[in-house]
């Protein structure tokens, strides 16, 4: 397919590095090498308290006992390493940009531009997903072992929604009338073209997702957050989690961590990652759509602290959409994507449900406050059911 010579745009200020020079980069690379080991006996030590059924035969528990003393045993000889390097990983966070940027391949083909009005109408895909692809010791708390594994799986399921929809390129289509206007699937759906992760924590398991999607689907960013010392103060160890991948070409990105987090999220740089793309050609003039990615503060007794991050959030992706968008270009869409930590049920959750956030963008599957579409579907964690028959298939539970 022939494409117009200024199509795929350059990314403008997005750059593969998240620092300004390349001895910074290769620095960090080094603080990591030297953190790596203590990080993963630590990781495994940290494993060994999950719990998890197990034999309490004196065998076992010999067999226990002799490998924690061998994980102390090495995170002892890692720490003349660690220290040094967590030291430069600090010192190095201050020129940090608080994402990395994976561009496509030189091959990549990109879907052709959108061209209205020879085109009237483009439809477009989005997921979002949360993984729970923590470090292996504390994804098996959640009964979430094998993050790289299943890091490696995620991306094949995610690449089987690449392929064109039964509408062709768009994959638009005016619902038959009478038809319900959502339908639940069990399935990834086809045709994607926005990919929005939340909790992928796991570095390791980060690039392997971003080595599955970048060739397949697009620009991605990832490892997103802003580490180290923090003010408040706050020491972030873990990033936000987000990733973001896209088939159109991205041409500006921008994260803000919100303040404040406590409990289990304390250590986590959980925020807004706002990009924009663009979509097609309208007279000469760019299209572009702007998403914005988040995931808020998980315990659930914390409404009033979910509520001042949801202001933030609409604060900040108007202020990037402001600052990002030229006086020339064509606004398609604005969406935001992630995991709000709260239903739009429960009694508990009054605040937020009637947030002003639902006044700027539209859930598609809420009618109002406590109020769902028929066709609308939530679950609740209940780890007394996790394996039971419905509760572990997708098809069950669409049913």
């Not at 392929?163 to 069990?186: D, E, F, K, N, W």
């Not at 706050?234 to 041409?251: C, D, F, I, T, V």
């Not at 009618?367 to 066709?375: A, K, M, S, V």
């Amino acid at each position: 397919m022939q494409f117009p010579p200024d199509w795929p745009p350059e990314p403008g200020a997005l750059r593969p590095s998240p620092f300004p020079h390349p001895v910074l980069h290769a620095l960090h690379g080094l603080a990591r090498v030297l953190l790596f080991p203590a990080y993963w006996t630590l990781d495994q030590l940290l494993g060994c308290w999950a719990p998890m059924a197990r034999p309490s035969s004196l065998k076992w528990l010999s067999a226990a006992a002799r490998a924690g003393a061998a994980l102390l045993l090495l995170l002892l000889v890692g720490l003349p390493l660690a220290l040094p390097g967590l030291l430069l990983w600090l010192l190095l966070q201050a020129w940090r940009r608080p994402f990395c940027y994976q561009p496509p391949p030189q091959c990549w083909a990109p879907p052709a531009p959108w061209r209205p009005p020879a085109e009237p109408a483009r439809c477009f895909s989005f997921l979002s997903a949360n993984l729970c692809l923590l470090p292996d010791g504390l994804a098996r708390f959640s009964n979430l072992q094998h993050s790289q594994r299943r890091a490696e799986a995620v991306g094949s399921v995610l690449l089987t929604g690449l392929r064109p929809s039964r509408y062709g390129t768009t994959g638009c289509s005016p619902p038959p009338p009478g038809a319900p206007c959502g339908v639940l699937i069990a399935a990834v759906p086809a045709g994607l073209d926005f990919v929005c992760l939340q909790e992928v924590f796991d570095l390791r398991a980060a690039h392997r997702l971003v080595s599955r999607l970048a060739p397949n689907l697009g620009p991605v960013l990832y490892d997103v957050g802003t580490y180290g010392l923090q003010p408040g103060p706050q020491l972030k160890l873990l990033g936000s989690g987000l990733m973001l991948a896209s088939r159109y070409p991205l041409l500006r990105a921008a994260f803000r961590s919100f303040p404040n987090a406590r409990r289990e999220d304390a250590l986590a740089s959980k925020g807004l990652l706002s990009a924009q793309a663009q979509l097609g050609i309208l007279d000469g003039r760019p299209i572009v759509g702007f998403l914005h990615c988040t995931h808020l503060h998980a315990p659930s007794e914390d409404g009033p602290l979910r509520c001042k991050q949801l202001t933030l959030l609409l604060d900040w992706a108007e202020q990037f959409e402001a600052e990002s968008c030229q006086s020339d270009e064509a606004v398609a869409f604005s969406v935001l994507l992630g995991d709000l930590n709260f239903d739009n049920c429960s009694l508990d959750h009054a605040q937020e449900q009637e947030h002003q956030l639902f006044s700027r963008f539209q859930d598609p599957c809420r009618l109002g406050t406590r109020r769902e579409q028929p066709w609308a579907l939530g679950t609740l964690l209940s780890t007394s059911t996790l394996h039971h028959s419905v509760a572990c298939s997708p098809e069950m539970l669409r049913r």
